[in-house]
C-alpha cells in the first residue's frame, strides 16, 4: 500500500513569516493539529486568511504543531503575537513521496520519532500522513512508537 491512498489533502499551509497567532487561529478554525509552513522567498509576506492548499504555496520547510506552539510559545512565556512561524517551526522538514509504501513510512517516523509525515511531490505539499493514519494500516509497527 502506498501513501498516496492513506494520505489527507489537502494540507494546510502557511508562509514562514505567518505569526503563531494566525496559524493557531488557523488551527482551531479548521480542526487541525499541525501546519505545514513553506518559503514563498518573499520576506515579510504573511499566509492567506484562511490557510492555503500547499500545492499552491512556495518551498516546504518546516512544520508546526500544536506542541510546537506550547512548548516554544507558551512554556517560554513568549507573545504569540510577535513570534513568526520560522522562529518555531520544526525543521528540517522529513517528508515521504505519494509513492513511499506504508511500511518505509512507519518505519522512518518510528526512527525520526515524529507523528506526522508531510508528503510532498515536485518541490510542492500534496498531504500529510500521520501516526494514526499508518498504524490503522500497519497495527504491527505500533511498538516502534511506543515502546
Known amino acids: 500500500m502506498k501513501i ?4 489527507s489533502r489537502p494540507i494546510i499551509a502557511e508562509d514562514e513569516e505567518t ?3 494566525k496559524i493557531a487561529e488557523d488551527m482551531d478554525e479548521l480542526g487541525i493539529g499541525s501546519v505545514a509552513i513553506t518559503s514563498s522567498g ?18 516546504p520547510v518546516g512544520i508546526i504543531t500544536e506542541r510546537d506552539i506550547a512548548l516554544k510559545v ?3 512565556d513568549k ?13 528540517p522538514l522529513v517528508t515521504v513521496e505519494p ?5 518505509e513510512a512507519c518505519k522512518l517516523a518510528a ?11 515536485n ?14 494500516r500497519k497495527p504491527e509497527f505500533v511498538r516502534e512508537f511506543y515502546f
Open 19 to 21: 505569526l503563531v497567532t
Open 74 to 76: 507558551l512554556l517560554k
Open 123 to 136: 518541490g510542492r505539499f500534496v498531504g500529510i500522513v500521520s501516526i494514526r493514519d499508518l498504524l490503522a
Open 42 to 59: 518573499e520576506e515579510g509576506k504573511e499566509g492567506e486568511r484562511e490557510g492555503r492548499e500547499g500545492s499552491k504555496g512556495g518551498k
Open 4 to 7: 498516496r491512498e492513506i494520505m
Open 99 to 103: 509513492e513511499t509504501t506504508v511500511d
Open 79 to 91: 507573545r504569540a503575537s510577535e513570534v513568526k512561524a520560522r522562529e518555531i517551526m520544526s525543521s
Open 111 to 121: 526512527r525520526k520519532r515524529i507523528k506526522r509525515l508531510p508528503v510532498v511531490e
